[in-house]
């Protein structure tokens, strides 16, 4: 009688195991039912560099979009994957896919990731900050470039143009437009910026910029030879003209020489945040470093695609320059343009953002994932950086409407009129 009762627990004990030792094992071994989505297609190229050269490569040539849209070809989907200046991404190319991106800000990716080679260059500025210290940062900067502010320098604006004008483009039968350009946009921004006008330090400052401006994205390698190494000397050396700068506007404003609006400059010397704090002298230098990048490349190309588009679209020339004649002859001899004037060009407003949709100057934005998630079938890892593509992005929206083919998009330039 033991010996059944103790055999029926032996039995049962051994068929308790076997189901426990199913049920740990059905669980912690990985269901294929269940098994997390893949990554996107692509390929993660060679270790350290990945696909890094092609995309340098491709970007200096006259099609930048070409890394990213023969990849979206070649794999069949708006996102792939690949490995970039030195990180693992994921780039997102669509109108959906941006949305997507937009609409989930810091709750699936962040917006403070940049690669390596802009955060060493830039240094101790808005970009690199995190937390307080970057909404310190920020609340300053805006201070010194919101409505009033540019109010102010209209006036200063319009002065700025004419001389360029009437030094580079008058009685010319040829005018290079991009590299001319580029000489206003940085006379500007040096201008507002700094207050530098001295002709001899602007094309020593201009020269060095454009060493700096090569250098940006890059992989980070500094080495002499290296177009990141140059960049970061390039980049010392203007630190060091905008240190002297600083230095002596900041005695200046001491003895009440100057005004504190004069520039950014001045803006971030008396410019303090709630608590009493303040930029120091070398935020000041690299966070002036950082504006001159953002602003005067931008609206160089900007600028340089409206004049493209005029040119190619004489009837929407004909239709700014009637605008601006009208503004032009509303104003007695020498004044200059005012804030109500501006706010008169509403058609040449609608050209210029029509044109900055047709061929955006930032031809994209870098993201950090900041947890796993799945998009279109695809995993994207935390910690993987994100492309988003808005050049791309056109272009894929062009061809889902109007069934074009990349290289032959013509420009909307109908909607203007119903902006
Ligand atoms: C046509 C002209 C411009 C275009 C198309 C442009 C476009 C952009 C884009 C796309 C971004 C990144 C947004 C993102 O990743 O979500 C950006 C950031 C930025 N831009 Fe501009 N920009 C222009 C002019 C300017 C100017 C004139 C300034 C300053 C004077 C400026 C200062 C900045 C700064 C400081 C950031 C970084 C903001 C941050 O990290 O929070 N930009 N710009």
Same mark, same amino acid.
């Given at each position: 009688? &033991?010996?059944? &009762?103790s055999s029926t627990l032996m039995l049962l004990l051994v068929s308790t195991i076997f189901i426990i030792t199913k049920i740990l094992k059905a669980r912690l071994s990985p269901n294929p039912h269940h098994a997390p989505p893949p990554l996107p297609p692509g390929s993660l190229g060679w270790p350290v560099? =990945?696909?890094t050269m092609e995309l340098l490569r491709t970007g200096r040539d006259t099609n930048p979009e070409k890394f990213a849209m023969e990849r979206v070809e070649k794999y069949g989907s708006q996102l792939f994957k690949t490995s970039v200046l030195g990180e693992k991404f994921i780039f997102f190319c669509g109108p959906a896919e941006n949305k997507f991106l937009f609409s989930n800000e810091n709750k699936m990716v962040i917006s403070s990731?940049?690669?390596?080679? &802009?955060?060493?260059?830039?240094?101790?500025?808005? &970009?690199?900050?995190?937390?307080?210290?970057?909404?310190?940062i920020k609340r300053i900067l805006m201070n010194c470039l919101n409505q009033e502010a540019l109010k102010r320098y209209i006036g200063r604006m319009d002065s700025l143009t004419q001389h360029h004008i009437s030094t580079q483009w008058h009685g010319k039968e040829e005018v290079k437009v991009y590299a001319t350009v580029q000489l206003y946009t940085?006379?500007?921004?040096c201008s507002l910026f700094a207050s530098i006008d001295d002709p001899a330090q602007l094309s020593r400052l201009s020269a060095e910029f454009d060493v700096f401006l090569k250098g940006v994205i890059a992989l980070p390698f500094n080495m002499p =030879?290296?177009?990141?190494?140059?960049?970061?000397?390039?980049a010392n050396v203007i630190r060091d003209e905008l240190l002297l700068i600083a230095r002596q506007r900041k005695v200046a404003l001491d003895k009440e020489m100057v005004s504190s609006t004069q520039d950014l400059v001045s803006h971030m010397l008396v410019t303090k945040d709630a608590s009493g704090r303040q930029l120091s002298e070398m935020e000041i230098v690299d966070n002036t470093l950082l504006l001159l990048f953002a602003g005067h490349d931008t609206t160089r190309s900007a600028i340089?695609?409206?004049?493209?588009?005029?040119g190619?679209?004489?009837?929407?020339y004909a239709k700014v320059l009637e605008e601006q004649t009208d503004i032009a002859k509303s104003k007695e001899p020498g004044e200059l343009l005012k804030w109500e004037d501006i706010q008169k060009m509403r058609y040449s407003w609608n050209v210029v953002s029509e044109v900055l949709r047709l061929s955006p100057p930032v031809r994209g934005g870098f993201r950090e994932a900041i947890a796993d998630f799945t998009y279109a =079938?695809?995993?994207?890892?935390k910690g993987w950086k994100v492309l988003i593509t808005f050049s791309c992005s056109l272009r894929v929206h062009m061809r889902i409407v109007f069934d074009q083919s990349t290289s032959n998009i013509k420009p909307l330039y109908v909607a203007i009129d119903i902006i």
């Open positions: 009688m &033991i010996l059944m &009762i560099i =990945g696909e990731w940049w690669p390596n080679s &802009i955060k060493k260059l830039f240094k101790s500025c808005l &970009i690199n900050a995190v937390g307080d210290e970057a909404r310190m940085f006379e500007l921004a =030879g290296t177009r990141f190494y140059r960049a970061t000397r390039a340089t695609s409206v004049m493209k588009y005029l190619e679209l004489p009837e929407v =079938g695809y995993t994207i890892p």
